[in-house]
């Protein structure tokens, strides 16, 4: 099993472009969640799915979509990047309840100019 | 609503010495406990974690307890080696999200 996977794994952008990064998760998961990492202030939720076909918002959502159309993807997408969304984006996934582990992609470093 | 406190980094010990890292925590319901350690350049790892009161999580010598009374889950080992050093993440797990709750991170260098 890969367990989680990402692409890319790094990437610079202009302000106002736009990509998408992608999930992957070959554990049959039903939850699956993008987190953003900055220095000093751990990993905050960006967005969550509960299983295919739905999403939520999470803690910091505002600049980003996704879209969950396939159980084993998830997407994030970045419309008109902002130097304030360079950042390490994680992607996790987890079964069952919330007492789960979560399973973490190797991540990707973007870099907003 | 929920949250994580740990210990500020960077902490910098000797190989063989004692590791404390400490972590409270305020949650409502039951949450469930977790660490993790991110080596550099790579994504996190479940260290080990409790999913109830007075369970001890333990993982390459690694510990922690799971104490509702004080509301902590501190690390802890007995002997560190150069190969622990990393970053340590204390989180939580409980919200109707079911996401995970991150503290701020803790530095850990071990020098030989």
């Known amino acids: 099993n890969a367990g989680v996977t990402q692409t890319p794994k790094f990437r610079v952008l202009k302000t106002g472009q736009s990509m998408t990064l992608l999930c992957a998760q070959d554990m049959n998961h039903e939850y699956m969640y993008w987190y953003r990492q900055d220095p000093g202030m751990g990993l905050r939720l960006i967005h969550y799915s509960v299983g295919e076909g739905t999403t939520a918002k999470g803690e910091v959502p505002d600049g980003y979509n996704v879209s969950r159309l396939k159980k084993q993807n998830f997407l994030l997408g970045l419309e008109s990047a902002a130097p304030s969304q360079t950042s390490v984006y994680f992607c996790?996934?987890?079964?069952?309840?919330?007492?789960?582990?979560?399973?973490f992609g190797p991540g990707t470093r973007l870099l907003v100019l | 609503g929920d949250s994580v406190t740990q210990m500020e980094g960077p902490v910098t010990l000797s190989e063989e010495a004692f590791l404390t890292i400490n972590c409270t925590y305020t949650a409502t319901g039951y949450p469930s406990l977790f660490w993790y350690v991110q080596y550099p350049g790579e994504g996190l790892q479940l260290l080990l974690k409790a999913t109830k009161a007075d369970d001890k999580g333990s993982n390459k010598g690694f510990e922690a307890t799971y104490r509702k009374e004080t509301t902590s889950f501190h690390l802890e080992k007995g002997s560190v080696q150069v190969s622990d050093s990393a970053v340590y993440f204390c989180a939580l797990s409980g919200g109707s999200q079911g996401n995970l709750i991150f503290g701020k991170g803790t530095k850990l260098s071990v020098k030989p």
């Open positions: 996790a996934s987890r079964s069952g309840s919330y007492r789960q582990t979560q399973y």
